[in-house]
């Protein structure tokens, strides 16, 4: 490893959904492409794959936390007001909910518990980072029901959690994604200093986002997302190989495989080169700073 090259996180979403989301990443742990993943802990691909991938990861270490999912899934706790017929709401139905104050905090309180429980269970140790699906843990309500679980259940631990805001220009300088940042960034606003205040971690320039299309080029889209100031950068992605599993839960498909192609590629290990980073863990960047502008 090259000391001199800056250390970003690269962390892959939605371990556990499928068993060719988990090929992918463990695929790409390996190769040195990603340095974290978060685990969707109510999925049956967490649990047929959590012990094997606990050795990968031994020897090829990577940070692995809890995907937090809200939406569009199964529901591991019977999340009373929240899911329907045991299947959690769409994004855009919670967003609805959390703006207008009306969450059922109990529910989601409930199912963040049986989550976590269910990560320790296959993984026997805490998770290092919570992220969410959807972003879903950021949301008004939720983060404050996330940041208190989280507080009391590890006491001590060094465990951060995914700040999905960052200072516009930022985002702007990037072009790529800018104005799903702004979207998301507006709906977070605040998360990362109460998580902060509550002595968690947090990254300081979140990048990745894009349209799912086709065009531009998905290693333009990760391109533009090693560029530029921060001191902890989290670049997300959603990498995978497409299987009848994955059909059958989630409407994501092509653009992963997309990613997966070009984050095995040579390709991309030139432009991580070229741009000076590499791919580590989060204890890695530094210190965490979080700016007035940024939240």
Request: hydrophobic share 45%; aromatic share 6%.
């Amino acid at each position: 490893m090259d000391d001199a090259l800056k250390a970003i996180v690269v962390c892959a979403d939605d371990y556990g959904l499928s068993m060719g989301i988990c090929d992918a990443i463990e695929a790409l742990i390996e190769r040195g492409r990603l340095s974290a993943t978060g685990a969707m802990s109510g999925l049956p691909s967490w649990r047929r794959r959590a012990g094997d991938f606990k050795a990968l990861v031994h020897a090829h270490p990577a940070d692995v936390g809890l995907h937090f999912t809200l939406t569009g899934q199964r529901a591991l706790s019977p999340a009373r007001g929240l899911a329907r017929d045991g299947r959690l709401p769409e994004i855009g139905g919670l967003i609805a909910r959390a703006l207008a104050g009306a969450l059922p905090r109990a529910a989601i309180r409930d199912e963040l518990r049986a989550q976590l429980d269910a990560f320790e269970d296959a993984w026997n140790a805490p998770p290092d980072f919570l992220d969410g699906h959807q972003h879903a843990h950021a949301l008004p309500g939720i983060r404050d029901i996330v940041i208190a679980e989280l507080a009391a259940r590890y006491p001590g631990h060094s465990l951060w959690l995914r700040n999905c805001t960052e200072p516009a220009a930022w985002a702007r300088r990037r072009r790529l994604g800018w104005r799903k940042a702004m979207i998301i960034g507006t709906l977070a606003a605040g998360s990362a200093r109460a998580a902060t205040r509550a002595g968690f971690a947090v990254n300081d320039s979140f990048r990745g986002l894009y349209d799912f299309g086709p065009v531009p080029a998905y290693r333009e889209v990760f391109r533009a997302s090693l560029a530029g100031p921060g001191a902890r950068i989290l670049v997300h992605c959603h990498p995978g190989t497409v299987d009848e599993e994955l059909r059958r839960l989630d409407p994501l498909l092509e653009p992963r495989e997309r990613e997966l192609a070009y984050l095995a590629s040579e390709a991309c290990g030139e432009d991580l080169r070229a741009a000076s980073v590499r791919p580590s863990r989060f204890a890695a960047t530094g210190a965490p700073a979080i700016s007035a502008a940024q939240d």
